[in-house]
């Protein structure tokens, strides 16, 4: 076990021999298949692998060099020359060839792509597909991917896709490994066979995946090393090609570096294959798939591996996309009252303070400074006074003094930072005017913690024991404790981008922000506009003729006096029909109209106590509660920072729906409660209220609790229980823009509880 300052690594071997290698041109290819590189323009075979014997009765010496139509019959030449008028690189397609005659006739699985002038056609050596049947992969990929979407946090998320890939191929381990920002990694999911060993929750250095190793798998998502004990097959060029080799980086045949395929026996491992996991082009992470032996997994399955690598980045954006969502409106409401107060004459560093609570939660910071030539103000746990001066004078000596500066080890930059490191190993800095006389600081603790890693990190390589010039991978990954000091949680970038914005909000507080705001009001106007439009027409043109199908119907209904007994009966219930139609469309567009209005009619949020906006919800509903016989029985709410109209109308629809889907044969209870909302996992945010309503009604099938809440959508009929399937939708769109969630819960006769989230008011305390 080791215990070390910042997280620097001690006793670094030179590594440079393997930055070096050149693993995109390693003149040789795996065993499993044969490798074709014919000249774009004219199709002229310019290498081939030296083991073309083994599908094709011809000598690789002899074809070098000549026509591609001497390895390949006319049809696949045809097919070859038309697929490439249509494939970029560096994409790759497979399709069927078949030998010319002349050189054993037959049919081969290819793939062929396009690089640096070359169309690189790999045939597959014949070799046994394990597990799925062709005609059977595309329902296991589907389902694959309905089981990644379901996955309902990260680890989750991480564990359900390395179960999937080790279905899908049948390799004895599957890891994910997740790159840090110093380019180490840990593994944070594992599937594996009991008699592999486990590297779940183990690190790894950033020298085990080199610099030009990473941009290759950044290039080329997909590897595999189907026997790791297998003999480089050299390529034979054309002597015209003179020195410049033949470039494999997007060759699933390419023979890995000697050092890696080390590396893997000393793992004992026996096949691999590795999937990149790439999001926003840039590399997070890698599924690493390890066999015990030798294991052919082919293109189609590879490819399949590769697209549940691109669903599973596709969700964690979607889960990091909605909290970065989450904080931007707490950030945009912040600015917003920042700018209130400046636009008011308050002075921005007063305007700042008086939210510097909210700047910490904002930043989950522990301590913050505001630095003026007059003043520092601190807030929460900082360093002191003079301190953050001497501290502010070397940022401002900095060669780029007008960007933000943040980091997670000042002490690495800032020696005297080693004297304060409890309070302040991580620092955010932003400049507040040129040159930085003003400045904001944020502050974080040290956060002292034991990283696990798979071997000693500071032993990566190791000399050969058959040589002093070269070097070998370490040998054994056992696991090795290591304390790391000095350094705090690092700063996420949405926080540094939230810390840009305040910045650029205090600089051109009179400038530019007045033009954006012009702007967005120009844009408000617009969109209220057609909103307004809209609503004329719900309200006018639709209602208009609405009105004279209720008068005929009415002037119908008179007539009837005049006909026979027989016929009256029936013409009463076609009137009684049309007026119960007209009824219910009338309330849909009343419904639809103010569905449509809420943007326009929303007021700013303001701390507003629940229990009196439950009350006026009730007393809207007098009624209709009154005839239900219902209790509605209410505990002490607390405050929450909300549109109390907004609000009013999402308790009064949500009272409505427990009335009107209320059980006969029991009488209605209905239940409002509030509590304080469980902080979720990662950055802090604002405090939330979660806040329920849970009746003894009808209930619902819980598989269409999501269903409920879109327009429209109704789990009853209309003539059991009338409505127009809007007022669940209006609660959402209420709520999301409150910042919150909605959901519901419920059994099939047993009641509902619809719940959701608001947020709370500073001074709240349920």
Known sequence: MSDRLDGTPQDAPDLTSCEREPIRIPGAIQPHGVLVAARETDLAIMAV???????????????????????????????????????????????????????????????????????????????????????????????????????????????????????????????????????SGEVVAEDRADYMPGFMGLNFPASDIPAQARDLYRANPTRIVPDVTYAPVPLLVAPERGDQPVDLSFAQFRSVSPVHVEYLGNMGVGASMSVSVLRGGELWGLIACHHRGPLRVGHDRRQACRLLAQVLAWQLAVAEEASVARHSAEVRALQARVLEETARGRDHRDAILRHANDLLGLMDASGFALVTPEAVTLVGATPDESTIRDLAGWLAGREDVAASFETDRLARFYPPARDFTKLASGVLAVPLSRPPRQMMLWFRPEVAQTVIWGGDPRKPVELAPDGPDRLTPRRSFAAWEETVRGRSRPWQPHQLVAAGELRDLVLDVLVRRAEELELINSQLAHSNAELEAFAYVASHDIREP?????????????????????????????????????????????????????????????????????????????????????????????????????????????????????????????????????????????????????????????????????????????????????????????????????????????????????????????
């Not at 996955?151 to 890891?175: H, I, Y």
């Not at 009463?572 to 809420?598: H, K, N, P, Q, Y």
């Not at 943007?599 to 005839?627: C, H, K, W, Y």
């Open 546 to 766: 609405l009105r004279q199908i209720e008068t005929f119907a009415g002037l119908l209904e008179r007539a009837v006096g005049d006909v026979e007994a027989p016929k009256a009966a029936r013409i009463g219930r076609w009137v009684e029909g049309i007026e119960a139609s007209s009824r219910r469309l009338r309330t849909l567009i009343d419904d639809l109209t103010e569905f449509s209005r809420l943007g326009r009619s929303a007021q700013p949020m303001t701390p507003t106590p629940l229990g009196e906006v439950l009350v006026e919800a009730e007393s809207d509903l007098d009624q209709a509660i009154a005839e239900s016989g219902a209790a509605i029985a209410a505990e002490d709410l607390p405050v929450a920072l909300c549109d109390p109209g907004q609000m009013r109308q999402v308790l009064q629809n949500l009272l409505s729906n427990a009335v009107k889907y209320r059980r006969p044969d029991r009488p209605l209870r209905i239940v409002v409660a509030a509590a304080p909302e469980p902080p979720a996992d990662g950055p802090r945010r604002r405090p939330m209220l979660r806040v329920t309503v849970t009746d003894n009604g009808i209930g619902f099938d819980p598989r269409y609790a999501d269903r409920i809440f879109e327009p429209f959508q109704r789990l009853h009929s209309a003539d059991r229980f009338p409505g127009s399937g809007i007022g669940l939708a209006t609660c959402r769109k209420i709520i999301d823009r409150h910042g919150g969630t909605i959901g519901a819960e419920g059994r099939p006769g047993e009641g509902a509880t619809i719940w959701f989230t608001l947020p709370a008011a500073p001074e709240a305390k349920p």
């Open 49 to 183: 692998s030296a083991n073309l014997g083994t599908i094709a009765a011809v000598d690789a010496a002899s074809v070098v060099g000549t026509p591609l139509a001497t390895l390949l019959d006319a049809a696949s030449i045809t097919q070859v020359a038309d697929v490439l008028t249509r494939l970029d690189p560096p994409a790759s397609v497979m399709l069927p060839v078949r030998l010319a005659d002349g050189t054993g006739g037959q049919h081969h699985v290819a793939l062929l792509h396009r690089h640096d002038g070359l169309a690189i056609l790999e045939i597959e050596a014949p070799g046994a597909e394990p597990m799925l049947a062709p005609n059977g992969l595309f329902p296991a990929l589907s389902a694959a991917i309905e089981r990644l979407q379901a996955a309902n946090d990260p680890s989750a998320l991480w564990a359900q896709a390395v179960r999937e890939v080790r279905g899908l191929t049948g390799f004895d381990r599957v890891k994910l490994y997740r790159f840090q920002p110093d380019w």
